[in-house]
């Protein structure tokens, strides 16, 4: 009797679980649904008034998607943001595991005064820094270049505390033997440390990639002019109260925004989800 009720409570558990997944999912998933029917449908079509939950005309939403990149800059503001992207990681990658990786496996001084340092920038936040590494970007003369875009984004404190936990878990033996075999410093590093680094890069290689592409505030302040204009700019034109486009046209732009992360997060979120849960284990 007693492992019938048991087996009982256990079912209702697992329905119960499955209906928050499912409700929760719902709540994710229909915002961005919401936007795909918005755009496939007849330009026009008063969609608040009448609500619908399936798009209505899927030539007219190609059509739309086409206007924008034939009419406006969206297609090189996408280049633009897939360079910023692009060399904004292999930077990342690289300063960060090259500091991780002394961080994790060397002795020298100050280096827990630094390391503490680096942990406390978490804590201020963006806007403070904001104007001072301006004036810097300025005074080096690299406003409304795809330098001043990336430098000032190399040296994630985020990034190196990730990769620093997992690196801590490469045994000392390791390194001695390469060390032994004749491996130099650089060697041991590039052989030894980054391919048993391999899910975190990955997973910081995607967070950098969803938090650059949806960087808004510093590419407006560095980047002025229309040739420099990144993928949030622009649909930050699209948004503007003045800009005099349908609501269609909008929900166009946005979704074009929104296609490249939502595709990184579908492909690579069990890496994401598994680099995160190591980081926080390991150490």
Same mark, same amino acid.
Request: proline content about 6%; some cysteine.
């Given at each position: 009797?007693?492992? *019938?009720?048991?087996? =009982? ?5 697992? &329905? ?5 997944a499912i409700v929760v ?12 029917? *918005?755009?496939?449908? @007849? ?14 005309? #899927?030539?007219?939403? #190609?059509?739309? #998607? $086409?206007?924008? !990149? ?21 930077? +990342?990658?690289? +300063?960060?595991?090259?500091? /991780? !990786? ?57 990034? @190196? ?6 690196? =801590? ?9 390469? =060390?032994?075999?004749? /491996?130099? $410093? ?5 052989? *030894?440390?980054l391919p048993l680094c391999r899910n975190a890069m ?31 700019? +622009? &649909? ?7 800009? $005099? ?9 946005? @979704? ?13 979120? =069990? ?13």
């Amino acid at each position: 009797m007693s492992a *019938v009720v048991s087996s =009982r409570r256990v079912s209702i558990w697992i &329905v119960l679980k499955w209906a928050i997944a499912i409700v929760v999912a719902i709540i994710a998933v229909f915002p961005i649904w919401w936007m795909v029917n *918005v755009v496939f449908s @007849l330009p026009g079509e008063p969609v608040s008034i009448n609500p619908r939950l399936w798009p209505t005309s #899927i030539s007219a939403g #190609i059509d739309k #998607i $086409h206007m924008i !990149f034939a009419e406006t800059g969206y297609l090189r503001a996408y280049l633009v943001s897939l360079l910023y992207a692009v060399l904004t990681i292999v930077g +990342v990658l690289l +300063v960060g595991s090259l500091a /991780a !990786f002394e961080f994790s496996q060397f002795e020298f001084p100050g280096k827990r005064i630094l390391f503490g340092i680096v942990m406390l920038s978490l804590m201020v936040p963006t806007a403070a820094t904001i104007i001072p590494t301006y004036l810097l970007t300025s005074s080096l003369g690299w406003l409304n270049t795809m330098q001043g875009l990336v430098v000032p984004g190399l040296a994630s404190a985020f990034g @190196l505390f990730m990769l620093v936990q997992f690196m =801590r878990s490469i045994p000392r033996d390791m390194i001695e033997a390469a =060390r032994l075999d004749g /491996a130099g $410093h650089f060697q041991i590093y590039w052989y *030894v440390a980054l391919p048993l680094c391999r899910n975190a890069m990955i997973t910081l290689a995607i967070l950098t990639f969803m938090q650059t592409w949806g960087n808004y505030m510093w590419p407006l302040i560095v980047g002025t002019r229309p040739e420099m204009y990144t993928v949030g700019q +622009v &649909v930050g034109l699209f948004n503007a109260p003045l800009s $005099h486009q349908t609501v269609d046209v909008v929900m166009t732009a946005n @979704l074009l925004a929104a296609i490249p992360p939502l595709l990184f997060f579908l492909i690579f979120q =069990r890496k994401i989800v598994e680099g995160i849960a190591m980081s926080g284990s390991k150490g």
